[in-house]
């Protein structure tokens, strides 16, 4: 098979995507793991799928490095925005406004170009989760917030969300002192977490966060979306920040700007096409 991909990326979290409205793709999972690999592919943190969808512009499909598939990703749906966004101005269309499926909730992304630019997208991710039912978390309690969790030899204050993907926000002194590989994995597979979770690692300074991300099924990476906006509903829910004021979330890859409101969760972000290519498998 000869496949068409876009290599997109912002803040460094970096995919490989594929325009499926008329190409197929046999045995994601395992396209994944091989292509992603940095050495002996093309190189990524997963792969995307784009599809048409009965509900929306374009439905998602996104797939770690490990070959597991993601419910969720904030980064993605901006690589398919700003592929999508390509596809109009190629067929001279002034469309600013796309909504993508994700997912097999089949939740409904909205999507819009900022004015006078091809690559920063506004992103409605809809509103966080707390009920520890629906993240899922295996704990006696109905939020998961600030709870002492023993992880090694010591206790971290963990808090929980979803964000159509499971999170632990941890705050700390220093993110960079953090042995995130040891760390991050424990978290990860903790029994607690019957799905796994992503972990992020996070310092509020004044009015912006600092994060470190380990992902469920990545390792660390970059920068991280949906974990970015973990952060600032945490942050929002121990009451370490405002809620409803844009905040700046400071990754190894980059920033990006997250508000948390009542109703919804925005991210302002970008989305850059490294490259097009064709692999042949």
């Known amino acids: 098979m000869k496949l068409e991909f876009s290599k997109i990326q912002d803040c460094g979290n970096d995919y490989i995507v594929f325009d499926c409205f008329e190409q197929k793709i046999k045995n994601p999972k395992e396209l994944s793991k091989r292509l992603s690999d940095r050495h002996y592919g093309i190189g990524g943190d997963g792969i995307v799928l784009i599809y048409p969808s009965k509900i929306a512009d374009a439905k998602m499909l996104i797939f770690n ?11 993605g749906i901006r690589c398919i925005s700003k592929h999508l966004f390509d596809k109009e101005k190629q067929n001279h269309s002034s469309k600013t406004n796309f909504t993508i499926e994700v997912g097999e909730f089949n939740k409904i992304i909205k999507i819009k170009k900022k004015e006078d630019s091809n690559e920063i997208f506004f992103v409605d991710m809809g509103k966080a989760e707390l009920d520890k039912d629906k993240i899922p978390i295996n704990l006696n309690c109905k939020q998961v917030i600030s709870f002492p969790l023993d992880v090694l030899d010591e206790k971290l204050k963990i ?3 979803s964000m159509g993907n499971p999170h632990c926000v941890i705050f700390c002194e220093n993110i960079f002192d953090i042995d995130i590989e040891k760390v991050g994995s424990y978290i990860e597979n903790h029994k607690i977490f019957p799905n796994k979770t992503n972990v992020e690692f996070a310092k509020v300074i004044g009015k912006n966060i600092e994060m470190r991300v380990w992902e469920r ?3 660390e990476t ?3 979306s949906t974990g970015a906006c973990a952060c600032v509903v945490a942050a929002v829910e121990n009451k370490y920040l405002p809620r409803g004021e844009k905040i700046s979330v400071k990754m190894r890859g980059g920033e990006l700007k997250v508000e948390v409101t009542r109703e919804t969760v925005y991210i302002l972000g970008g989305a850059q096409k490294i490259f097009n290519g064709f692999v042949h498998i």
């Open 217 to 219: 099924g990545n390792g």
């Open 65 to 75: 490095s490990d070959g597991s598939q993601a419910n969720m990703c904030g980064t």
């Open 159 to 161: 808090t929980c969300v």
């Open 222 to 224: 970059l920068s991280c």
